[in-house]
């Protein structure tokens, strides 16, 4: 049963769960961002702790079909070397595991930074659209919100 689960989960396959795994979050965080199931399973350890865990098993699928992991630092020393390591699909399941997990996270932190200031949930739907598409983006989108909302302006809190 064990290897029918394991060769069920392939990187297509997986692509699919995390992306449609992570879509109910979202939806809470955008529609529900003052509930107590938002605040359980979507502000908490939880989403992070199953992407996660989808992260490690990659990382179990890549050792066990001998993924060369001194590679990966290559990244570092040009556009070029990024491009190869693209290539790889293991790799590249791995870097969007993380680049969901990122922004899933900045979403929650956007949710629970704008209750502290009481802004409006509507108003939040924008830049948590924007953050799950563009993560990045939506921070910058919400950073701006926030300046008009607070009429100050932080550089750390």
Request: hydrophobic letters at 55%; aromatic letters at 22%; charged letters at 10%.
């Amino acid at each position: 049963m064990i290897e029918q689960i394991y060769n069920y989960f392939t990187i297509e396959m997986l692509y699919y769960w995390v992306n449609l795994g992570v879509l109910p979050f979202w939806l809470m965080l955008i529609f529900f961002p003052q509930s107590h199931l938002c605040r359980y399973l979507v502000t908490s350890i939880f989403p992070i702790f199953v992407l996660s865990g989808v992260y490690l098993f990659m990382l179990y699928k890549s050792y066990l079909n001998s993924f060369d992991f001194s590679d990966n630092f290559s990244l570092y020393f040009g556009i070029d070397n990024i491009s190869e390591l693209f290539s790889d699909k293991t790799f590249l399941m791995m870097f969007w595991i993380h680049f969901i997990s990122i922004n899933l996270f900045t979403g929650g932190w956007i949710v629970k930074d704008s209750q502290k200031f009481s802004i409006n949930k509507i108003i939040l739907i924008i830049p948590l659209v924007i953050t799950y598409l563009i993560g990045p983006l939506g921070l910058f989108v919400y950073w701006i919100i926030r300046i008009f909302h607070a009429k100050s302006i932080k550089l750390y809190d």
